[in-house]
C-alpha cells in the first residue's frame, strides 16, 4: 500500500472514535415523517463510527414516556431517549439518574447558538444541563387541505372562524370538516392551540403561567370553550386514532382541515405535496401569529460504563450540531434550536415559523407550564367533552377551573 493512502487511511481510522459504542436511542417517533427525520440523526451517529441502534416506541408520547421512565427506574436505561423538553424527566433527574452534560454544553457554547434560549433553560435544573434540545415543535397551526374548498366553491380559509362557517358546505359534499385522532393528547392539544389562538397574552398567561382558576372561569375563557364545542361538532366524522391517520385525512381531502403541531408537516412532505399549493398552514389558527416553543430534546441515563457516557457525549454534541439540525429539521417539519444556520431550503410553513420565531412572539409549550400529573388531568377532561356532545361548555369550563386551581 502506497505511503499516501496508508496515511489517510491511519488519519481516517484516528478520527473514529476510540471505541465504536452501540446505544439504544429510544424514542416515539414511528410515522412516516418522522421516521423520515429520526433516521437523519442514526444516520450521521452511525458515520462516526459508533452505532445507533433503534429503539422506536410506537404510539404518541403518552404511551412511551411511562415505557421510557420505568425502565430507567426499574435499572435497564437505553442509552439515549427522546422526551419533551421541559419537565418530563424532572423526577428522574432529582433521582440522579440522568447525566449531567453541562460540561460539554459550556465548552460547546450551546449557550451562545441555542436560540431561544429558553430551550436550553427547559434542559435545566438547578443551574445544571441534563439535555440537549433538538427542534422547537409548536401546537397551534391548522392545516388545510386547498382542493377540498375549492372542491365546494369556497376560498380556503384564513381564519379559524372562516373555517367553521365553511362547515356545512363541506358537510354537505361529503367533507369531514376536521380531522381529529381520537387520542387525548390530541383533543388537548386542539384545545391549547385554540386558547393561544383566541386569548390574548395576559389572559393565556394568567392561566397557563400563574394558574389563575378565575380567568380560567371568566368570559375570555369561555370564547375558547365554545370554539372547542365547535370543533368537536365538526369533528363527528373522523374516527381515527393516531395523530398522522388524521392528517392523512386531510393529505387525500377525507377531510378538509387538522388543528395539530408542526410536525403533521413531515406527513405532507412525505406525500409529496407542496407547502401553498396542495396545503395552506395556518400558524396561530390565522388569528395570532404566535407559536409555542415546545420540541424535542435527548436525555442520557447515567451508566457505570465510561465507554457508554462517552458515545452519549458525542450524539449529544451531533444532535446539535450544524448540518445534522438542517438535516433533521427538515424532515421533522420543525424549527431547528440554533440560530446560526441556513434553513433556505425550507418550505413556505417553516418559513411562517421561522418569521415567528425571530419576532419573538412566541410561548413556552405545555410541557413546560405544568407537571405531567397536571396535563393528564386536562388531557381527561377534554377527551370527556370531546366525545360527550351532552357535556355542556358551562360544565367543561367549571371542571377546568377546578383543575388549574390546583394545577402544579
Ligand atoms: C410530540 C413530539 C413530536 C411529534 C408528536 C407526535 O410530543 O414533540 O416530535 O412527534 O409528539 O408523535
Known amino acids: 500500500?502506497?505511503?499516501?493512502?496508508?496515511?489517510?487511511a491511519l488519519a481516517a481510522t484516528l478520527a473514529l472514535p476510540a471505541t465504536a459504542t452501540e446505544l439504544e436511542v429510544t424514542h416515539w417517533w414511528t410515522s412516516g415523517g418522522e421516521a423520515a427525520a429520526v433516521a437523519e440523526f442514526a444516520k450521521a451517529f452511525n458515520a462516526g463510527g459508533d452505532t445507533w441502534v433503534d429503539g422506536a416506541i410506537a404510539g404518541s408520547g403518552g404511551t412511551a414516556r411511562p415505557i421510557i421512565i420505568s425502565r430507567i427506574l426499574g435499572g435497564q436505561p437505553m442509552?439515549?431517549?427522546?422526551l419533551n423538553h421541559g419537565r418530563q424527566a424532572e423526577e428522574l433527574i432529582e433521582a440522579g439518574l440522568m447525566l449531567d452534560i453541562t460540561d460539554l454544553a459550556e465548552a460547546e457554547g450551546w449557550r451562545d447558538f441555542v436560540n431561544p434560549s429558553s430551550l436550553l433553560d427547559s434542559c435545566t435544573l438547578d443551574g445544571r444541563i441534563y439535555c440537549v434540545p433538538v427542534n422547537i415543535h409548536s401546537a397551534q397551526w391548522m392545516w388545510l387541505n386547498n382542493a377540498a374548498f375549492e372542491k365546494v366553491g369556497l376560498p380556503v380559509p384564513?381564519?379559524?372562524d372562516e373555517f367553521v362557517a365553511a362547515g356545512p358546505a363541506l358537510e354537505a359534499a361529503g367533507i369531514v370538516p376536521l380531522a381529529m385522532g381520537q387520542q387525548s393528547w390530541?383533543?388537548?392539544l386542539a384545545f391549547g392551540a385554540l386558547a393561544i389562538a383566541l386569548l390574548d397574552y395576559d389572559t393565556w398567561a394568567a392561566v397557563n403561567t400563574e394558574k389563575n382558576a378565575e380567568v380560567a372561569a371568566g368570559a375570555e375563557y369561555r370564547r375558547v370553550f365554545e370554539a372547542f364545542d365547535d370543533a368537536r361538532r365538526l369533528a363527528v366524522g373522523s374516527n381515527v386514532q393516531d395523530w398522522n391517520q388524521a392528517t392523512n385525512m386531510v393529505i387525500t381531502g377525507t377531510a378538509a382541515a387538522q388543528i395539530h403541531g408542526d410536525w403533521a408537516q413531515g406527513e405532507f412532505q412525505v406525500a409529496g405535496q407542496v407547502a401553498g399549493e396542495d396545503y395552506t398552514c395556518l400558524p396561530g389558527l390565522?388569528?395570532?401569529?404566535?407559536l409555542d416553543t415546545g420540541g424535542d430534546a435527548f436525555y442520557f441515563p447515567v451508566n457505570d460504563d465510561p465507554e457508554i457516557t462517552a458515545a452519549q457525549l458525542r450524539l449529544a454534541s451531533l444532535l446539535i450540531s450544524k448540518d445534522v439540525q438542517v438535516a433533521f429539521n427538515l424532515k421533522k417539519g420543525s424549527l431547528p434550536v440554533r440560530g446560526d444556520i441556513d434553513l433556505?431550503?425550507?418550505?413556505?410553513?417553516?418559513q411562517k415559523g421561522l418569521e415567528i420565531l425571530a419576532s419573538g412572539n412566541i410561548l413556552p409549550?405545555?410541557?413546560?407550564?405544568?407537571?405531567?400529573d397536571t396535563n393528564t388531568q386536562l388531557n381527561d377532561l377534554m377527551t370527556a367533552f370531546w366525545n360527550d356532545l351532552s357535556?355542556?361548555?358551562?360544565?367543561?369550563?367549571?371542571?377546568?377551573?377546578?383543575?388549574?386551581?390546583?394545577?402544579?
Open 1 to 8: 500500500m502506497k505511503k499516501t493512502s496508508l496515511a489517510v
Open 79 to 82: 442509552g439515549a431517549t427522546q
Open 158 to 160: 384564513t381564519n379559524w
Open 186 to 188: 390530541q383533543t388537548q
Open 286 to 290: 390565522g388569528f395570532n401569529d404566535v
Open 344 to 350: 433556505s431550503a425550507a418550505n413556505a410553513c417553516m
Open 365 to 372: 409549550g405545555g410541557a413546560q407550564n405544568f407537571s405531567e
Open 391 to 408: 357535556i355542556t361548555v358551562d360544565q367543561v369550563q367549571a371542571d377546568y377551573a377546578a383543575i388549574i386551581a390546583s394545577a402544579d
